[in-house]
């Protein structure tokens, strides 16, 4: 069983900046997809980036230019650096990995809350 834990949410005024990250209970090398999701109340939960095999990097059209994902193997994490932040952000953000590819285990973190607000 692996275990995803995120932190870095708060509350924070539309165009400033915060750090997520999720810390893995195991090894992320080798990883097959490495994904930050949001879900705002009432809405269903969506991609907001994703690293996959490890390499290539994808991105909502929304978060395009203003959001980072990257990983460290070294410490086991999953980061999403947000910037120029709006209240459209808003939202509870959860770590997913999926171990690899043809019927390997996928997990998920407990979400973090984002609040962008003035």
């Known amino acids: 069983q692996v275990q995803l834990v995120e932190s870095g949410g708060g509350l924070v005024q539309p165009g400033g900046s915060l750090n997520l990250s999720c810390v893995v209970s195991k090894s992320i090398i080798g990883f097959a997809l490495m994904e930050w999701y949001r879900q705002a109340p009432g809405k269903q939960r969506t991609l907001v980036a994703r690293?996959?095999?490890?390499?290539?990097?994808e991105y909502a059209e929304s978060v395009k230019g203003r959001f980072t994902i990257s990983t460290d193997n070294a410490k086991n994490t999953v980061d999403l650096q947000m910037g120029n932040l709006k209240p459209d952000d808003t939202a509870v953000y959860f770590c997913?990995?999926?171990?690899?590819?043809?019927?390997?285990?996928?997990?998920w973190g407990q979400g973090t809350q984002v609040t962008v607000s003035s």
């Open positions: 997913h990995i999926l171990e690899g590819w043809g019927g390997f285990a996928d997990y």
């Open positions: 690293v996959i095999n490890g390499r290539t990097r």
